[in-house]
């Protein structure tokens, strides 16, 4: 079986790149210049005047807690490259500078999102899953709890995994006015998934033990899809730069591993496996998404950006995103940049995940999440060779964590602080 969030989870993103790039919140669709820019807009690639060769690495520690039980935070870190890249400048074309100036190529690799996170919920007084399976006349073969209500009951969830893409973008620069791109991009998906849900009851069997359901499940996708990207940005005065790119949804194939086991303590200890189930998807279609961007420049002290980001959501949500990123150059070659998003919720409500008669997956719980907020600073030297640059970012999250189809959600805050430092090299003047 396939659910919707299937699909989303894969799909999800995270303002990750070079450190200029999270500095500002990845408000760059009209500024460019960058090579996670790129990612984006590959119309940037266009602003190119000389090649580069850039590497970025990030530390990012997060703790998630359930709202006002401080006991049950979950605490992770991990060490990653995000981005490398190296691009290619052919050109000046037109010493007038009026027709075609450059011609640009770029190979990257970037990370686009990272699933390390690990919550554990807390809950009591709950509709049970022993009763949820009894409605649906699934045989486990076992004898489990199938009261109304539970005692108690806990949910302990651990992913790990990424979204990765590799990329070729081309992009020509016009006049110093237009610059239009193009790339093609490759993305691989890998999350795996470990949770164990308990419930306790008001029950004692003969030797005085406590009744109690405990579903152990482990759940592994992994998969691979490429889109197309084009985009362009426009200069119509010396201030103002417009940009506009399309993201194509992504196709490819997927695959999904799951295995699971219910315990129970009841008059008898038992337990049922279920099956493990390989559920090759082929043809999945990622989210399509546009990006639209707006940025004032004040010569060569800096700039103002405001983007609008739209992601289309097959079977959930359409996701909005507003960003604004700021850029200031006091001196010459000294970058500092501040930047904010905003990103509205994919989840509708009745996407969930619903316990299936044949019982083919196992993984009852899902996620809503309730919005994502970033905020982050960043201070970087261009140097006549060298780019060094470093950035902070912090990013707030709710999500509401169910662990099956009639269970109340467990209220969670995910706050996570991330580092990301750059080094890079391009030709001197």
């Known amino acids: ?63 998630t807690r359930q709202n006002q039980i401080a006991t049950s935070s979950v605490r992770t870190n991990r060490f990653a490259p995000t981005q490398a890249s190296l691009v290619i400048t052919v050109g000046p074309f037109d010493s007038s500078e009026q027709g075609m100036v450059f011609s640009n190529f770029m190979i990257s690799y970037r990370r686009l999102h990272s699933y390390y996170r690990g919550w554990y919920g807390i809950g009591g007084n709950d509709a049970s899953l022993g009763a949820l399976l009894a409605t649906t006349g699934v045989n486990l073969g076992i004898d489990y709890c199938a009261d109304a209500l539970n005692q108690s009951n806990d949910l302990s969830l651990s992913e790990r995994g990424t979204v990765n893409e590799f990329s070729a973008d081309w992009a020509v620069n016009i006049g110093n006015c237009w610059y239009v791109g193009a790339g093609l991009h490759v993305q691989s998906y890998s999350l795996s998934a470990d949770a164990v849900y308990a419930e306790k009851f008001n029950y004692w069997n003969a030797q005085g033990k406590q009744f109690y359901n405990e579903n152990t499940t482990w759940l592994n996708y992994s998969g691979a899809g490429c889109n197309l990207a084009v985009g362009m940005i426009c200069r119509p005065v010396s201030w103002i730069r417009l940009g506009i790119s399309l993201q194509t949804p992504t196709l490819g194939s997927l695959n999904i591993y799951s295995r699971g086991t219910l315990w129970a303590q009841t008059d008898t200890l038992g337990s049922s496996a279920a099956a493990d189930l390989v559920t090759p998807v082929n043809n999945f279609h990622m989210p399509l998404r546009v990006s639209s961007s707006v940025a004032f420049q004040c010569g060569y002290y800096g700039m ?23 850029e200031v150059v006091p001196v010459p070659g000294l970058y500092i940049n501040a930047g904010y998003a905003y990103e509205s919720t994919f989840n509708k409500n ?56 009639n269970a109340q959600p467990y209220t969670m805050n995910t706050d996570t602080h991330r580092l990301v430092v750059t080094f890079g090299w391009h030709r001197g003047w």
């Not at 969030?5 to 790149?17: A, K």
């Not at 739209?310 to 909005?320: L, N, S, Y």
């Not at 993984?363 to 470093?390: E, H, K, N, P, W």
Request: one cysteine or more; glycine letters at 8%; hydrophobic letters at 40%.
């Open 304 to 326: 103002l950006a405001l983007q609008y980001d739209f992601c289309h959501q097959p079977k959930e949500r359409d996701v909005h995103t507003l960003r604004a990123g700021l």
């Open 350 to 405: 009745d996407a969930m995940v619903s316990v299936d008669p044949v019982l083919d997956r196992q993984d009852t719980y899902y996620q809503r999440l309730r919005f994502t907020q970033y905020a982050s600073a960043a201070i970087g030297y261009r140097g006549r060779y060298v780019i060094v640059q470093a950035a902070y970012q912090y990013r707030w999250q709710g999500i509401n964590l169910h662990a099956h189809e």
């Open 1 to 63: 079986m396939v659910y919707p969030q299937d699909f989303v989870r894969m799909g999800e993103r995270t303002i990750l790149g070079s450190a200029r790039y999270v500095g500002m919140s990845g408000a760059m669709t009209a500024i460019g210049g960058d090579p996670s820019a790129s990612m984006d807009n590959p119309a940037g690639l266009g602003l190119y005047r000389r090649p580069e060769a850039m590497v970025s690495f990030d530390y990012a520690w997060d703790r």
